[in-house]
């Protein structure tokens, strides 16, 4: 019995022709666009996405499949190599995913029409290093925290204008107890303040940062760590200096003195709270001029409960983190976290013997 000759049915494959390829890098760009909004992005990552590719695809002058790593090191290495870190590292990302989504969808129809094998451009050698997620914000201590915010406190008994000092110290001093974002603390409204909800009180977090671009996410923050006091404080003695009606729909609990078009208090600025915690802190706290951001008071609370006994788990729901690896990247034990931890356990060990020969 002999052997027959067995042919490659894929040796006789046709070229496809430019208009069909063109036709086909049509539809793989609206299907990854689609496919993205299926997975829940908001329209501002999806669009974003689709510029990085289109810039990619009008400099590289060919279909985004015909990529090989040279290219991508000239085009991180060269064409941008003045951009900021994070400009490189989002267009290498989005490329990334790209080259992800044409391998699980179109690998076969791809190879089909080009005899291409799919295969990312980028690797270990040019993926860029570094990004937002490598900075590392270690906190002031307990002590200098609470300095700086009893100077605050001392500064407005003869500040000029007390109803924006004590806005700016209340706002400041919500993110350093439940560990708030800077843009969450400014959109939230009178009414988000739902004092009878849980022991202490509870915001209504409508501005929560979503994973991956996905949108806003909401959450319920409890009062915790004394920070009821502190805004009732603020909404029964200060808020309402600022001339707005607390029964008007949208009124901010953080307002600006200016007016919007309708009448009521526009929202205060981010930038404007950076810069009354700048100021606090070069006159309470020079060693920390510079480097204390309100995200930092934000690694601060996180580190600061986590290390005086709140479960993991909790603070990462109270920070409004996806996923846990996020949450210990805030947590920052100073040197003497396990020294105490160990002499803590000591005493709770003493205690037990003791029971025993009771």
Known sequence: MALAAVRDLRESRV?????????????????????????????????????????IRR??????????????????????RGAAPSTRSGKAQTLSIFF???????????????????????????????????????????????????????????CRKFATSARNYTALRLITDVGLRINETRHLDIHDVKWKLGRFGKLHVRKG??????????????LINDADTSLRWYVEDVWGAFGDDHTRHGAPLFPSERKN??????????????????????????????????????????????????????????????WVVTTMRYIHPHRTHVEDAWVAADKRAQRRLEGLFR
Request: hydrophobic fraction near 35%; proline fraction near 6%; charged fraction near 25%.
């Open 59 to 80: 400099w590289f002058g060919r279909p985004l499949w015909e990529l090989e790593p040279a290219d991508v090191d000239r085009y991180l290495g060269a064409v941008h």
């Open 261 to 322: 078009a309708a009448g009521g208090n526009r929202r205060i600025s981010d930038d404007r709270l950076r810069a009354s915690l700048e100021e606090v802190v070069e006159r309470h706290l020079p060693a920390w001029a510079g480097r204390l951001s309100p995200h930092v008071l934000r690694h601060f609370c996180a580190s600061q409960l986590y290390t005086t006994g709140m479960d993991l788990m909790a603070v990462q729901e109270l920070l409004g983190h996806q």
């Open 100 to 158: 992800e989504y044409l391998e699980l969808r179109h690998k076969v129809e791809l190879y089909n029409l080009t005899g291409r094998a799919i295969e990312s451009p980028l690797d270990e050698m040019n993926r860029p290093r570094g990004g937002h997620q490598g900075r590392i914000r270690i906190p002031p201590t307990a002590e200098e925290v609470e300095r700086l915010f009893a100077g605050w406190r001392e500064d407005l008994v003869s």
């Open 209 to 222: 940062k979503g994973a991956h671009g996905s949108g806003p996410k909401e959450r319920v923050v409890p």
């Open 15 to 55: 070229p496809a022709t430019a208009e069909e390829l063109a036709d086909f890098e049509t539809d793989v760009f609206a299907g990854f666009v689609l496919a993205r909004a299926s997975s829940g992005l908001s329209d501002l990552t999806i669009q974003r996405d689709g510029s990085n590719l289109e810039q």
